[in-house]
């Protein structure tokens, strides 16, 4: 992993190094740590000592948890939302990305520009406007309307990541595949695709944990219970009560948990394509 | 370029060898890639933004009546609305110092890891769990360690005898801002530091090595080689941390909803608080907020960018 | 739209039909009402409103109930954006304070759909806009003084005959009680915008009267005036010696009831009589324990008090219908079976709380017999303003009541002057 042009770095291992590593670590990860111990043990226990580690392990509250929200519901139908919408950020993405990056044609400015703005519009407004438009395509309360709203939400934060990157490919590349006679679409699915893809992995990540746990248009485009996704799942528990705080801990749990259990299995694979670059 | 250039076919090998500029694309080809998104864009996002456009010039009264106000609520906005000055500062306070610690902070995670810490790649998953954690969780985490009584910060400083320093930190106007801000950059460092990582990953070993020749001393080759060649990536994500934390609601949402006594109060939150909780339906106000908003953040943006990026096309 | 005009039509037809007297019997198809509403959390409410629910399906085969539940910010993000699209559920929860929804034009006039001769007159009033009634009422309240008896006792006070301290004594107990070790009043703002005005906000009422009262938060009278000043000076002193708990800005509504009866434990709490929802349930749960010594007091009385005997009393949890709603008539159905004098006997014995329902409970049996009990005594010879402040500030005025007289003053941020003169910049329209 460090090769000979890196031997400097090694004067930083030190103990201020490991010092600074381990008090991050417990910074990262602690909260993360007190949560989950906190949702083993009941309020009350809780409340006389918050610190302390469970006496008893209460492994029913999970159950009790998950059987009192409509859990599974909303697990499939975010799972469906999301998968959906990164696939379609990505591929649109990808393809918009390309081009404004590649080719000089009249419009690239103006097409650049209205779609970056996109990045600065504050969606607590456009919700308002957005629910009619879903209305009049009849697609309000569906997932499909939440999926297209997803994609065009953050269609700016994805071309824009990509952009940046796909217009430091070298161009060479490009020039000898067109002598090659390769077509556009190739070029693309050859070429930039494959040398874009820490970028891409950037973009999916990115996507995916955002629109895993978008809250505001989920609560207003979709108000039916089944077809609700899972950070409002979470809301369940936050009722006004809120004092139940061990129940709380336990809800947060459930829901982090899919998603530490995702990074931690695909972990490696996709640090491996971020870090991949070898561009050169 | 003079005389007809021959454009390639979208799809379709075309004859090897035909003097066809890379650069150039046919209407065909410029069609297919950019159509789906400005079709979802002009429903999804031009029309929306238009109506706002329209609706901060009206004001919107009973039975959905709307009435023309021209400038009325820019006005007011501008000379009469001291939360929404508030509001500004916190904001700017906020975006600038947290992009700043953010990018920061990410970059020297990452400088750790890739000078070889132990475990690194544990590391990697542990210091990148916040990034994944909803607005939601981590609010609700940070308002616990927090609390004033039983939260883990002031239990820390007792702990370690700095009990004078507790603070009701999330209560007290002077440090609210700032402890919101600490939480935000908690979450996203993570997501910088991996960035960093895999563009110190990228950097082509011949030049360090080629530095390391030189005898320059290690701060000399962080600041005179591995800055300036991480620069596009600094930049990119200077701009999208910038533009994120603009934007900012979620966090400050859960933690304080604005106070207290508007010390954490921001344009996001305020434009919520007057479209959803005013005791009206008059969506021309917020409006106005977020049209005024968005040609701010446009500006500063569009600053940014001229002053910061350049186009490096790093050619071998 | 082609849609919108039948459905006119249609309720014309019904209208007429209603006005004719026809029979409201089971439909020939099946109709299904959406009903949203708030307070999932609170089992006792969820039961009540689903008993409904039973009961109506029951009496009308064919008919279905679709509850869908949301917590209070979503529901209002959700109506906000639902209502003005012509959407949204049949029938609605919705809260008094709620009147631009009345203005709007998007609840439908109950007078003819609802059977008003179960609900108390005055909790009617509360929903009176322009001569026409707007929501049903389900849930009241009034703002009480709960305290620990025994806590009161050790710091050697008595409560007077008629349950309400003067000023100075109110004020003197106050800084016993700190001297003592014991927080005097367990109150927190964490997640609220109200409670940390109870103290003042009822101080006020008693000095100013109702009229005045009610013009200071409509923006007919100063903050500044003599009155007032005299009371938030009051008001300051009780914060200065130490009333609040210290971490009183971030503490939520929930955690100030356990501070309260559990741990560390204080010697009062201002609250709506909606304490009961989260005191009387297990402990486990957060409730208050089985031989926790409670108590209620009357706020105490200002000196120069216009109306010493006043009391704030309010409206809570409603129901209204969607103006849009095609299925007016069913959707009065459900409200008017929520609404029959058994509900309300199974409301104030399950939720422990008042109602806008004519219930006819004379004795209480139960667990909480001499809680209700010593509640009546406190409603007896009282002079009730409807209303607390909340369902009277607006806009502005409102955002500075949360953030200035709800919090940063009894959180000790702010000196009377400055108070008077914010709340007057957010309200005072002279």
């Keep these: ?280 | 370029m003079t005389g007809v250039v021959p454009r390639a076919r979208p799809w379709g090998r075309g004859e090897a060898g035909a003097e066809v500029s890379a650069r150039r694309a046919s209407l065909a080809t410029l069609f297919i890639f950019l159509a789906p998104a400005l079709l979802l864009y002009a429903a999804f996002t031009v029309y929306p933004v238009l109506r706002t456009f329209w609706n901060s010039i009206h004001t919107i009264g009973p039975h959905n009546v709307q009435e023309l106000v021209g400038a009325a609520n820019f006005t007011q906005l501008l000379t009469s609305d001291r939360v929404f000055w508030k509001a500004v500062g916190n904001t700017a306070i906020f975006t600038i110092i947290a992009t700043i610690a953010d990018v920061l902070g990410g970059l020297l995670l990452a400088l750790c890891l890739f000078s070889g810490a132990p475990l690194a790649k544990l590391l990697r998953v542990v210091w990148f769990t916040p990034v994944l954690m909803s607005y939601v969780v981590v609010g609700i985490i940070w308002v616990w360690i927090y609390d004033y009584d039983w939260g883990l910060a002031n239990f820390i400083l007792r702990s370690v005898g700095l009990g004078a320093l507790e603070q009701s930190w999330l209560g007290d106007p002077r440090t609210a801002l700032w402890s919101v801000m600490a939480t935000h950059v908690w979450k996203w460092l993570g997501f910088n530091m991996i960035v960093f990582l895999a563009a110190l990953y990228a950097l082509p070993e011949e030049v360090l090595g080629a530095a390391e020749l030189d005898n320059c001393g290690w701060i000399a080759k962080l600041v005179y080689v591995i800055i300036p060649m991480l620069r596009p990536t600094i930049v990119n994500l200077l701009v999208l941390s910038f533009v994120g934390k603009m934007m900012i609601f979620d966090l400050v949402w859960i933690m304080t909803g604005g106070g207290p006594l508007w010390s954490t109060e921001t344009v996001s939150t305020y434009v919520y608080k007057r479209a959803f909780d005013w005791n009206t339906f008059d969506l021309g106000y917020p409006s106005a907020i977020a049209v005024l908003w968005f040609i701010i953040i446009l500006v500063f943006v569009f600053a940014m960018t001229q002053l910061l990026r350049q186009r490096d096309r790093l050619e071998f | 739209m082609i849609s919108k005009s039948i459905a006119r039509h249609c309720l014309t037809a019904v209208a007429l039909l209603l006005a004719l007297g026809a029979p409201r019997t089971a439909l020939a198809e099946d109709v299904t009402i959406n009903v949203w509403s708030h307070e999932a959390d609170e089992d006792a409410k969820v039961a009540f409103r689903e008993r409904a629910v039973k009961n109506l399906e029951a009496a009308h085969p064919g008919v279905h109930v679709k509850i869908t539940w949301y917590e209070k910010n979503p529901l209002l993000a959700a109506l906000k954006t639902a209502l003005p699209a012509g959407q949204g559920p049949d029938v609605l929860y919705v809260e008094p304070d709620w009147t631009e929804y009345v203005e709007a034009g998007y609840l439908a006039p109950l007078d003819d759909l609802v059977n008003w001769n179960n609900i108390e007159p005055w909790a009617r009033a509360v929903w009176v806009h322009n001569g026409k009634t707007y929501g049903i009422p389900q849930e009241a309240y009034t703002n009480e003084l709960y305290y620990n008896k025994d806590l009161l006792k050790k710091l050697g006070v008595e409560l007077p005959a008629n349950a309400q301290f003067t000023q100075t004594q109110f004020l003197d107990l106050v800084k016993k009680a700190k001297a003592a070790g014991i927080t005097p009043i367990a109150q927190g703002v964490g997640d609220r915008p109200f409670p940390g005005a109870y103290i003042v906000g009822e101080a006020l009422l008693r000095k100013l009267g109702k009229e005045d009262y009610k013009k200071l938060w409509t923006g007919g009278l100063s903050w500044e005036e003599p009155r007032v000043i005299a009371v938030l000076k009051w008001t300051k002193e009780l914060v200065d010696a130490g009333a609040y708990p210290k971490n009183f800005m971030t503490l939520k509504l929930g955690e100030s009831h356990y501070y309260f009866y559990s741990n560390p434990g204080a010697l009062m709490l201002p609250m709506g009589s909606w304490y009961t929802g989260r005191a009387f349930v297990p402990v486990d749960k957060g409730g208050q324990p089985a031989d926790f010594p409670l108590g209620i007091m009357q706020f105490p009385a200002v000196d120069g008090g216009a109306c010493n005997q006043c009391k704030t009393s309010a409206i809570g949890a409603s129901f209204a219908i969607n103006a849009a709603s095609k299925h007016k008539d069913i959707a009065a159905e459900f409200l008017n079976a929520m609404s029959t004098p058994e509900m309300g006997k199974m409301w104030i014995e399950t939720v422990y709380l008042q109602t806008g329902i004519k219930a006819d409970v004379k004795s209480f049996s139960g667990p909480h017999a001499a809680y209700f009990t010593e509640l009546m005594e406190r409603q007896k010879g009282e002079d009730y303003f409807i209303g607390g402040p909340r369902d009277l500030v607006q806009g502005t005025c409102k955002d500075s009541f949360a953030q200035v007289l709800n919090s940063a003053f009894p959180g000790g941020l702010l000196t009377v002057e400055q108070t008077a003169k914010m709340m007057n910049d957010g309200c005072y329209k002279g």
């Design chain 1, 1 to 280: 992993m460090i090769g000979p042009g890196y031997q400097w770095l090694a004067h930083l291992r030190r103990s201020p190094l490991l010092l600074f590593v381990l008090l991050y670590t417990a910074l990262s990860g602690g909260p993360f740590l007190w949560v989950a111990v906190m949702s083993l043990r009941t309020t009350p226990e809780i409340f006389a000592s918050p610190y302390a580690l469970p006496s008893h392990l209460h492994w029913e509250k999970f159950a009790d948890a998950w059987t009192r929200s409509n859990y599974s519901t909303y697990f499939w139908n975010s799972t469906i939302v999301v998968v959906t919408a990164v696939v379609l950020l990505t591929v649109i993405g990808a393809m918009v990305a390309h081009c404004l990056a590649r080719y000089h044609f009249r419009g690239n400015r103006v097409a650049r520009f209205v779609i970056l703005s996109g990045l600065i519009l504050p969606p607590q407004l456009l919700i308002l406007s957005l629910f009619q438009i879903l209305l009049e395509f009849s697609l309000y309360n569906t997932l499909t309307g939440l999926i297209l709203v997803y994609v065009a939400g953050h269609l700016a934060m994805t071309v824009y990541i990509l952009e940046g990157f796909f217009a430091q490919i070298p161009q060479d590349l490009f020039d000898a595949a067109r002598l090659d006679g390769y077509s556009d679409l190739e070029i693309f699915w050859r070429i930039t695709l494959p040398i874009g893809a820490p970028a891409l992995f950037t973009t999916v990540t990115l996507n995916f944990i955002i629109l895993w746990n978008e809250f505001l248009y989920a609560v207003v485009l979709l108000t039916e219970d089944d077809k609700r996704t899972l950070p409002l799942g979470i809301m369940h528990f936050m009722g006004s009560h809120q004092l139940d705080i061990g129940m709380l801990a336990t809800g947060l749990m459930i829901a982090i948990a899919p998603i530490i259990l995702l990074y931690g299995f695909f972990s490696e694979t996709m640090i491996k394509g971020m870090t991949a670059g070898a561009v050169r």
